[in-house]
Structure formats: C-alpha cells, structure tokens
C-alpha cells in the first residue's frame, strides 16, 4: 500500500500516465473519462453575439479575452440597435450596444446548433438606462417551449443544454413591464460528459471561494468561459498560492487554475465552513459541484481531511484535497427530500491537523427544456404565406413554440405536435391574391383576412379545407363569384362566411351580375365542382393514409420511447440503495463467481427471490462516492426491455456495487464461440441482433441527453432464459487496466476489434462509434469468426477486412457461419451483411443511426420468416436440433456478465 502511495506521488509529479489500481479505480469514479474527452478548447469554437451592433460591423475581438464578437443581426431580423447611456461604457464591450424589442410580445432568436451537443449558453442583460427611463424592465427568456427565466435586475442567465435538433430558439417575450432587451449571447461547447445529467442545468451560483482580488475570471483563464464569481465572507479566511494549480491536467470539469490558487478556510477559532442557500421552489433539484485543491505543502505532521454534511447528515468524505491538483465532489439535492434550505457544513476528521477547505463552488438548478416543435408541413406552409406577403409582423423561429407565445395571428393546437388551426391577417396589408399555400395548412378552423387589398377570385380550395368553420374576407377587392361549395356550407351553418366589402364579388347565387368572362366559366361550372369533389376525395384519402401510417408507426415505437419521469425518486432511491452487510446476504458471502468485470468480480445474488448479479468495484480511495452515485442516479432512470436493468447499488463505506437482473444465458460471444454445443439458428440471431440494436436505439434516441454506449460488443449482450437479449455495461465512464500488474500505461477506450477506427483521429466516441460496434458483432454474429484472429495475414485477420474481401470476391456464401448449414433464406442474410458493412464505414457520416439498422433488421426478420413459412426444401437434419427461441435450455453458466 505505502509503495503504491509512492508511485502516486511521483506520477503526479512527473505528469506520467501511470496509476496505480486504486488510483485506476478513483480516477474512473471521479473523472469520468476526462483522459479522452479533452479536447484543445479554443475560442473559435466559441459564438458570441454582440447584440445591436449594427449589420455592417465586421465585429471586434473583446480586449481582455480576446473573443471575437459578431453582430447578432444574422440571428434575429426584429428589434433595433440602441447604445447604453455613456457612464456604463466602462463595461465590457460586448455590453456597450443592445437590441431592444418595443415591437410585439414575442420576439425570437433562430441559431443553428450542433444536435446533442453540450452548450453552455449565457444571455446578458445590461440596461445601462439605455432609453432615458431609468427603470429596468422585467421580461422573460425562453429556450425553446420553455421558460429559462425572468430576467429583472440580474445581469446574465447561464444554461447549460444539450440540443437534440440542430437549433435552438431563444425568445424575448414581453410580459407588460417595460420593453424586452438583450445585451449578448454567448454559445460555448463542453466536452459530453462534463455535467453529466439527464435535464439541462439552469445556473445558481458559481464561485472562486476564497478569492484574493475580487475579480470575476473568464476565458482564457477558463477554457471554457464560465464566469467564476470571486466570493468573500466575513465567516472565511482564504488560502492561496503561487504556485500552478492543476499544470499537468485537470478532471473533467476543468476549473480555471487560477480560481483553484484560491480557497475559503475557516476562520481561526473555527473548525467549520459553513454555507447555506435556500430554494424558492418546491420542486427544484439542485446539483452542487464543489472544487477542492491542496494549496500548501504539507509538513509531516500536517494532515488535511475533512468531512461534508448537508442538513446535518453526512454527505461525503473524509476528502483529502490533493496537492496542487483538482479534485470535484457532486451530488443531486432534491428540494422535495430535504426541504427547501441546503446547508452545508465542512469540518475537520478526527485525526485532521488542518481547517477544511473549499476552492470553488458551482450549484446548478435541474432544469427540463421542452424542444418542441410545430409539425413541418405546416411550417413550410405559413412560411411560404410569409414570403408570399412579406416579413409580417415577428414571425420568426417556430410557429407554435413556445405553445405560450405563438407568431401573432396564429394559433396552435395544443397536440403532442403542434397544428395551426387559426391564421388572422386582417389589416396586415395583403395586397395579390389569396395565397394557394394556405390550403397547405390543413387543420385550419379559422381564416381571417379581412380589411386589406387581396384580389382576384376567391379560390376553391377554401371550400376544401375540412375543419374551416369561420372565414373572413370582408374589407378587400375580391373579384368573381365565390365558389358553390363555399356557399353550401354556409347554408347548412358549418362555416361563418363574411364577404362584405368586396364591390366586384358576386355573393349572389345564381349570380345575376355576371361579367362575360364569367358566364363563360359559368358553362364549365360542373368540372370545377367535380375536380373539387374529386380532390376532397383524393385529400380524405391521403389524409386517411398517413392518419393510418403516423398512428401505426405510434403503436410500434410508442412504448419503448416513452422516457420514464420518476417524481418519487428520493423514495425509490432508498430501496435501491444497499448496504455492505445486505450484499454479502445477498450473494451468500460472494459464493458463486459469475465473471470477472474490468472492475472487480461479478457474483451470483438472491434478491427477494430474483436472482441477481452484483457487480463489486473494488475498494478504491476515500474520494468518489458521491460521483459514483451521482452517475447510478442517472442510469437508475433509464429502463428499456433491451436495456440490463439496473436493480441497485451499494456505496457503503468504501464498497462500491452494482446489482443488476441475471441474466440466465450469459453472454452471446459464448453462444457464438466454436466451443458452444448449441447453435442458434438464423432466426434467433437476427431476433438477438435486434433486441440489442432497440436497447441501443433507445440509449441514442430516448435518453436526453443521449447515452453513448461506447463499448458495444458481443460480450455485452447478455440473454435471458429465453434468448431475449439485452444490452449490458452502458453509460458508465471507464478506464481499461491493460495488463493483470494492475497498473494503467495508456488508457484506452472500448475493445479493440469494436472501436471506431474515427477514434484515433477524433479522441471522441459518438452515437456513430457505438453503430460501429453493433457492424462489427453482426458480423460476428453472421459468421462466429473471431474479430481477430491471431494470424499475420492482415487482410484476413480482422473480421472488418475479411468481410470486405469476401464480399469483393462474390464469396458471400462463406461468409455464413458453416454451422447453420445453409438454413436460412439468402436475401435475408446478404441485407444483413451489407447492413453490417453501412455500419462499419470508415465514414462515421456513412453509416446508419440505429432507427434505420432497427428497421433494417426488422425487414431482415421478415424476409427469414416469410421464407419459413413456405417450407425450406433444403433444411438439413441438424437444423432440427438447433435453438428455437422457445427452447428450454440448461442453465449452467460460468460468466454471464461481461468482461
Ligand atoms: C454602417 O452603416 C451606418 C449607417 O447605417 C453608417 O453610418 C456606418 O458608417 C456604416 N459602417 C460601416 C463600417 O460601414
Ligand atoms: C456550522 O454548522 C455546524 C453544524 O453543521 C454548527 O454546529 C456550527 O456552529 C456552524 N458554525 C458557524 C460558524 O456557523
Ligand atoms: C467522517 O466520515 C467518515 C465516513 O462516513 C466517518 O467514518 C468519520 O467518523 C467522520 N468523521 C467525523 C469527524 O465526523
Ligand atoms: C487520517 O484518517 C484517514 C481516514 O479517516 C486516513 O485516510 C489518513 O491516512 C489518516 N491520516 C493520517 C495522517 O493518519
Ligand atoms: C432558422 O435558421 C436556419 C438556418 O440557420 C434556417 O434554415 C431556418 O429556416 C430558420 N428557421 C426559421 C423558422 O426561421
Ligand atoms: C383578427 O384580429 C383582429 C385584431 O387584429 C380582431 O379584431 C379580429 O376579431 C380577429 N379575427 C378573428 C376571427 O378572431
Ligand atoms: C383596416 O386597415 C387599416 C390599415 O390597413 C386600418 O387603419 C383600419 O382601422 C382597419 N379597419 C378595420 C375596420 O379594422
Ligand atoms: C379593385 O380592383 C379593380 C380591378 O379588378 C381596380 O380597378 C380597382 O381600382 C380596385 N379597387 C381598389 C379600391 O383597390
């Protein structure tokens, strides 16, 4: 132990990337992958809207950061340039010029974004008396259909947000107490998994505790350009140093070095730090991220360890701050489970010689951004009306988003997809005619178009427009005669109709003031009516169709993607929970091994008569339990039927835990091995294939934000008794021990044969990378051959390879595992092959998302079974004896959980 104390230390010293195990082991649980995902961060990936500075401005670069600021004018096409009044000119810059909105409630700002990407977004609102009222406006701030904030006297609003569209909209919404403006807008990226949670996090505080100059710090002292708040209390002494803090690499979250040479300490005579804050909503769930760093060099005698209550139970400790280097304690706090004050209490442990200490602080507010979005066709639709007419009035970003704050003159269904069901453009100044694109709008009930100076004839399509109950078109200079069908409903009273004002309108029927032109259309009377009737037939039709196709498709996916929202989390949390002595009852005082997992050994449990696996970690240095939970947290809410469920945990002093369903089967790579004496037959593969591909359609496009899984493979998927598979190992951040010594030399990610060869070059594992993996098992899965199979030939030595050649010399049939002997139906097999090879792409953008794999599959299945039910001429004797998924098989298994 005192040895790998040893090495500890001077890898530090030397920035070595070698740890020993337990080192290993805290690095996992804390860290979170930040070897991987650190990414050079430099400001031009940033984008930072100077609000107001006018169009024509090429921009500036800000002098203290050196961030270049744009005009937003590109963003936003509503509201106008206004300039603070001169004595606020001592702010930054990009505070200097604003937009102002004195025109309409809502108005939007359109930005394109990368989808599933971490942003951290920051408004600023600095009203610098910019209109001479000396009164500061209240207003709110949208992010997509849901309300960020109201902004009031604050200065700026940060969020971090994970988009799962490539845009976001943010909207100033005027709510009756002055005029809405903003000063700038600030997008910047963070790596995946740096604030790891499910919701978007709205910020509460952020603080350089301790802090020596009373200065606010940004990029570049912070790669990311989070605003760190110098905080100072008369309860605190602060600590600092001159040395660099953090100079060979910090954990995932990567403070500002220099708000780590500072720290609050108590003051002397104390042995607590104290803080405190309060929540002003009931249902609020906050998450703290408290940064701790040594600053002085210890004497022998000298110990610093500290224990951290809340609402006077213990939350975390003892936490022994390394020297000069960055480590994060954090945790979810529900307002609901410990009502609405959150105190905090650091104090020394028992043999500590030293105060506690605390170098910077971040709380965060779960914050659950809804991205709806108005149905396409009817966006196509009303901005074609928009071009038609021109820019009217705001109409700028989503329709019907937020549902609160349509475009004026519209309003919105308040379907999962929002419809347009009303549009009024009455004294807008139309001039033209009627545009055909309304008739795109089909939900319409309401159209309202009167008073302005639309012409020529009142089209038919009005009269197609099934659910139209109110029409107005009073007050304009329409010609003709209106449409039979127009003034049929209105006779029967389905439809209110008013055409007043209209001088050259015949609203007579039969119409007695005709002009020539008219009589002669007049004998053509009966073929409009037809292709009318013809059309609204062919309408309902189509209607009907994709009514059926939509509702159909509801059905398939409806379940699965439903994510669940436990409200009673805290309750729930309890029963999963388990202590150290309940595990060893559980599994028996770790009777029966099950495998051995990259952490630690995996043992056969009981469980309420369940049967289980347990998943121990081994015991790793003090620090950790809390990220460890915090991540079990997260996964505790993901369930999927082709997901392993996670049943529980243990975080007991010092022994970590998973306990997850058993999986009866054990693996599939043990099924598809040479030494398997069962051989699954086509058909249960391709049902294994796509359970898995579900489980990990449901991690990229049911989870927000998305999980990647990042070591799919075929020891991963795990099957149950009856040879459903389920995905296994998913969403927790690892670190491989690459040889038995147990020491790390290079760290690397996923399986070697899987990983997405994007990696090497990128240092990123997407969505992409996980499809990838699920190329590589189907091939495994086709033909049982080895990923890489210990030869020279390395043309033939990696499955990818092999699959290729074969496939380039026509040699599909050898491809097939020998085993199935030809039981199969050859269509179904060659989509399966050419699916796998999509998936292995050199270009991630070349390969499928796992929705069209899925659905590949699914038409692979079809395909097999329609083949079956014909009767297969040349299905061999053994076939027989091959697996059918109903087959009962013995349930002897040495390692059903994976590597
Ligand atoms: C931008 O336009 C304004 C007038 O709209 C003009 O006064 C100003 O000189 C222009 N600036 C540049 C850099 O072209
Ligand atoms: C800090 O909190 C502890 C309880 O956790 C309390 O005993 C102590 O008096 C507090 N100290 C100060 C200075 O508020
Ligand atoms: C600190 O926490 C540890 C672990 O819970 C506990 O064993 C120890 O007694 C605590 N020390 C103090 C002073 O509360
Ligand atoms: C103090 O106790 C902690 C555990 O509570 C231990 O990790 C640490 O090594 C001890 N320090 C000294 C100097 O004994
Ligand atoms: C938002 O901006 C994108 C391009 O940045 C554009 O394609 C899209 O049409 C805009 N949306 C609306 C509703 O204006
Ligand atoms: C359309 O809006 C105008 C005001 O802009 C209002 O007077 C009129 O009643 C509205 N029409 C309908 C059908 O609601
Ligand atoms: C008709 O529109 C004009 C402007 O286009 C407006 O001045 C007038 O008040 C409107 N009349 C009615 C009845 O809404
Ligand atoms: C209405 O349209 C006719 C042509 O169809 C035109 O002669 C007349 O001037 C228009 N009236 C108004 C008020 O715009």
């Known amino acids: ?43 031009t990936s940033f984008l930072s809207l100077d609000c107001g500075l006018p169009a024509n401005s090429s921009g500036y670069n800000d002098l203290d950061t050196n961030i270049k600021y744009i005009s937003d004018s590109e963003y936003i096409k509503t509201g106008e340039s206004k300039s603070v009044a001169p004595e606020f000119l001592t702010y930054e810059r990009s505070q200097w010029t604003l937009r102002s909105f004195p025109q309409e409630i809502r108005n939007c700002y359109n930005i394109s974004a990368i989808k599933d990407t971490k942003y951290l977004i920051r408004a600023s609102f600095l009203y610098g008396n910019y209109d001479g009222l000396n009164k500061t406006p ?21 969020m971090i947000h994970t988009p799962s569209t490539n845009k976001l909209q943010i909207c100033l919404i005027n709510i009756g107490q002055g005029t809405p403006f903003i000063s700038s807008l600030e997008f910047r990226e963070l790596p995946y998994l740096s604030y790891f949670t499910l919701y978007s996090l709205y910020l509460y505080s952020r603080y350089d505790m301790g802090s020596i100059t009373n200065e606010q710090y940004r990029y570049p002292d912070d790669i990311y350009d989070r605003a760190w708040e110098a905080y100072n209390d008369d309860n605190y002494a602060t600590l600092s140093t001159s040395d660099s803090v953090d100079a060979y690499g910090s954990n995932s979250f990567q403070p500002a070095p220099i708000v780590m040479k500072t720290a609050a300490t108590p003051k002397k005579g104390s042995k607590y730090l104290n803080f405190t804050w309060y929540s002003a909503n009931d249902n609020d769930n906050f998450y703290a991220y408290m940064h701790f760093a040594e600053l002085e060099k210890l004497q022998s005698n000298q110990f610093r360890g500290f224990n951290i209550t809340h609402n006077g139970e213990h939350w975390d400790g003892p936490i022994i701050p390394r020297y000069l280097s960055t480590t994060t304690s954090y945790d979810i706090f529900s307002t609901i489970q410990t009502a609405s004050t959150h105190q905090f209490s650091l104090f020394p442990i028992e043999n500590s010689t030293l105060p506690p200490i605390m170098n910077a602080l971040e709380i965060y507010v779960e914050m659950q951004i809804s991205e709806l979005e108005s149905y396409n066709g009817d966006v196509d639709a009303i901005s074609n009306v928009r071009s038609t007419y021109g820019v009217i009035k705001n109409w700028e970003g989503d329709p019907c988003v937020p549902r609160a704050y349509p475009w004026s003159g519209l309003s919105c269904s308040t379907d999962l997809v929002p419809r347009i069901i009303s549009l009024n453009l009455s004294s807008s100044g139309l001039k033209g005619e009627i545009s055909l694109y309304i008739f795109s709008l089909p939900m319409l009930q309401t159209l309202d178009l009167s008073n302005n100076s639309l012409t020529g004839e009142v089209p038919k399509f009005l009269s197609q427009l099934l659910y139209l109950k109110n029409l107005k078109l009073e007050n304009n200079n329409l010609s003709g005669s209106l449409p039979p069908d127009l003034i049929k409903k209105k006779m029967n009273g389905s439809l209110t109709l008013s055409v007043d004002g209209n001088p050259n309108l015949c609203t007579l029927e039969p119409c007695t003031k005709m002009t020539p032109e008219q009589k002669k259309s007049n004998n053509n009377f009966i073929i409009p009516v037809v292709a ?19 509702k159909s498709n509801k059905k398939r996916q409806g379940k699965d993607n439903t994510f669940p929202v436990d409200p009673v989390r805290s309750l729930e949390k309890k029963r999963q929970q388990f202590t150290n002595a309940e595990v060893v009852l559980m599994t028996n005082n770790f009777e029966r091994i099950l495998g051995k997992g990259g952490f630690g050994m995996v043992y056969y449990g009981v469980l309420d008569d369940t049967q289980v696996a347990v998943k121990m970690i081994s015991p790793s240095a003090v620090q950790g339990y809390h990220q460890f939970q915090a991540e079990v947290t997260i996964l505790m809410r993901v369930h999927h039927r082709n997901l392993t469920n996670l049943v529980g945990y243990m975080n007991d002093e010092g022994h970590l835990g998973l306990i997850y369903e058993y999986m009866a089967k054990g693996n599939l790579a043990e099924h598809l091995s040479e030494k398997s004496s069962n051989i699954l037959s086509w058909e249960v593969r391709l049902r294994i294939a796509i359970d898995a591909a579900q489980g990990l359609e449901y991690l990229h496009h049911g989870c927000k934000p998305p999980i990647v899984h990042r070591d799919v493979k075929t020891t991963n998927i795990l099957l149950t008794e009856n040879f459903n598979a389920k995905l296994s190992d998913f969403g927790l951040s690892k670190t491989y021990p690459t040889d038995d010594k147990s020491y790390m030399s290079t760290v690397i990610v996923g399986t ?23 190329g590589v098992s189907l091939m495994e899965i086709i033909s049982c051959r080895p990923v890489i199979l210990d030869t020279p030939d390395r043309e033939t030595n990696y499955i990818v390879k092999w699959v290729h050649a074969m496939v380039s010399q026509g040699d599909i049939k050898n491809i097939v595992d020998p085993r199935i002997r030809g039981a199969y139906e050859s269509n179904s097999v060659w989509k399966a092959v050419e699916l796998a090879l999509a998936c292995v792409s050199v270009d991630s953008n070349q390969r499928p998302t796992m ?6 599959l699914k038409d692979c299945l079809t395909m097999e079974l329609s083949q079956r039910s014909e009767s297969r001429p040349m299905e061999s004797k053994d076939s027989i004896e091959m697996m059918s998924i109903s087959m009962v098989m013995n349930a002897s298994h040495s390692s059903p959980m994976p590597r």
Do not use: H
């Open 1 to 43: 132990m005192g040895e790998k104390e040893e090495k500890e230390a001077s890898s530090q010293a030397s920035g070595a990337q070698s740890f020993p195990m337990e080192i290993a082991m805290l690095r996992w649980l804390l860290f979170s992958f930040c070897f991987l995902i650190v990414q050079a961060q430099d400001e």
């Open 138 to 158: 209240k207003f709110d701030l949208y992010l997509g259909n849901t309300r960020w904030t109201r902004v009031d006297d604050s200065y700026y609003t940060e």
């Open 532 to 550: 009318a009737v013809g059309g609204l037939l062919a309408f309902l039709i189509i209607a009907a169709f994709i009514y059926w196709i939509t």
């Open 752 to 774: 070697p044969g899987y990983l997405d060869p994007e990696y090497y070059t990128s240092n990123r594992l997407t969505e992409k990378s996980d499809v990838y993996g699920f």
């Open 851 to 856: 929705n069209q794999v899925v659905i590949e």
